[in-house]
C-alpha cells in the first residue's frame, strides 16, 4: 500500500535526520506544537527559517568580503543564525555557529571564512532533508494517511488540570496510541515500527 | 485550563477608555506581550503560548512594544499606559538597539506599569539571569523555550479573578499574593533559579 512504503520512508528519513544530528529535540517539539488549529505550523517555521537563513548568510558572505572586516557585525550575524537554528532545531548549524563566533572573536579572517562554508553546506543539507521530510508527509496526507503531531500539548494541558496520563497522539506509522511519556522520549515512531 | 465564570473577558476594561481591540473571550484574561526581532522564535514562542490558552501579541522590537505599553511618544498619561492590558511581557534579552534588559528597567521604573511581570529569555545563562532577576524580573528563560517552560509561565501569571476587572494594580498584587502559586518566589521548586521575591 502506498501510505504505508511513504510511511516507511518517512520513518528512515526522519531517524537519520536525528542519529545524524541534523535536528535535535526542538524539531519534535515543533512537531508536537502542529495542531488543528495550524496544520503546517512546521511548514511555516521551516520556510522562515529557510528564508531569514538566506538573508544572514548574505550579509555574513558580504561582511567577511569587505576591508577592515567588522567583526562585531559578523558576531552579530553569526549569534542570529545560533538562535534561529537553535529555535528550530537543526543542530549542527548551531554547532558550527559556536566555532565561528569564536573565530569571530579571535578576528580570525580564515578561521571565519571557513566556518561560514561549513555553515553554507550545513544549511543546504538540512534545509533539503526538511522540504524533503515534508514533502514526504503531503504525500503521506495526499494517500489517505495521517500526519505525526498535533493536539500533544492540548492534551498535556488537560491532563494537568486532570492530573491523569492521556494518550498523546498516534504514531504516523501504525496508528496507536502512545502515552506523552513514551512521545517525550524523543521516539518518532514506535519501537515495533521503527 | 479552568474558565472563571463571571470573569470579564467579554467586557471592555472600566475606565481605560476605548479597547483598539476586542478582547476575545479567553478562558484566562490573561494578555501576553512577547518581543523578539527574530520572526522565527516570534512564531515559535506566539504558538507555545497560543497553545497554552494565552492571548498573545508579538512585536519585533522594545520601541513597538513600548507603543503597545503606552510607554513611547509624549509623556503617557494613565489612560493610554498599558491600554492593552498586558499581564505579562515576554522578551529576547539581546536585540539591536535597546535590549531586553533596558525594557525591563522602563518597565519597572514606571509606577502604571511596574505591576507587570517581565520574563526574559536568552541565550546565555549567567551573568543575563543575575542582571535581570535583580532588576526585577519575573523568570528567566533559556532558549530555546520550552513547553515546560511556558508551563512555568502558568505559574507566574494567575487566571484572572473577577477583581482583575477593576483595572487597580493593588488588587493586581493582592491576587498574586494567593497562596497557592507562591508568586513571590516561594515556590523553590517551580523557579529554583528565583533569587528574590517579585515584590520588594
Known sequence: MEVVRLQQQLIELTNSLFQEGFLDDQFTQLQMLQDASNPDFVQEVVNLFAEDSERILAELTKALEIEPVDYKKVDAYVHQFKGSSSSIGAQRIKAVCVDFRAYAEAENREGCRQALQQIKQEFFLVKNKLEALLQLEQQILAAGGRKKGGDGLQKLQQADVANTAVPFNLWACCQQDVSWERAATNANFCSSCA | ?200
Open chain 2, 1 to 200: 485550563m479552568a474558565r472563571n465564570e463571571g470573569s470579564s473577558a467579554c467586557k471592555s476594561k472600566s475606565g481605560s477608555g476605548s479597547m483598539p481591540e476586542s478582547l476575545a473571550c479567553y478562558p484566562a484574561e490573561v494578555h501576553l506581550l512577547a518581543v523578539d526581532d527574530s520572526l522565527i522564535n516570534q512564531k515559535v514562542i506566539k504558538k507555545l503560548l497560543r497553545i497554552s490558552a494565552y492571548k498573545v501579541t508579538a512585536v519585533d522590537s522594545r520601541r513597538r512594544a513600548l507603543e503597545i505599553l503606552g510607554l513611547s511618544g509624549e509623556a503617557f498619561t494613565s489612560v493610554s499606559a498599558n491600554a492593552f492590558d498586558i499581564n505579562l511581557i515576554i522578551t529576547d534579552y539581546c536585540m539591536p538597539g535597546m535590549s531586553g534588559y533596558d525594557l525591563l528597567k522602563k518597565v519597572k521604573e514606571s509606577s502604571v506599569l511596574k505591576e507587570i511581570l517581565v520574563v526574559i529569555m536568552s541565550s546565555e545563562n549567567v551573568p543575563n539571569r543575575i542582571r535581570c532577576l535583580d532588576e526585577g524580573a519575573e523568570d528567566f528563560l533559556l532558549k530555546p523555550v520550552k513547553p515546560t517552560d511556558v508551563k512555568r509561565l502558568r505559574g507566574h501569571v494567575q487566571p484572572q479573578s473577577t477583581a482583575r476587572c477593576d483595572d487597580e494594580p493593588e488588587v493586581a498584587s493582592s491576587k498574586r499574593k494567593s497562596p497557592s502559586e507562591g508568586l513571590q518566589g516561594q515556590c523553590s521548586e517551580r523557579r529554583p533559579r528565583f533569587s528574590r521575591a517579585f515584590m520588594s
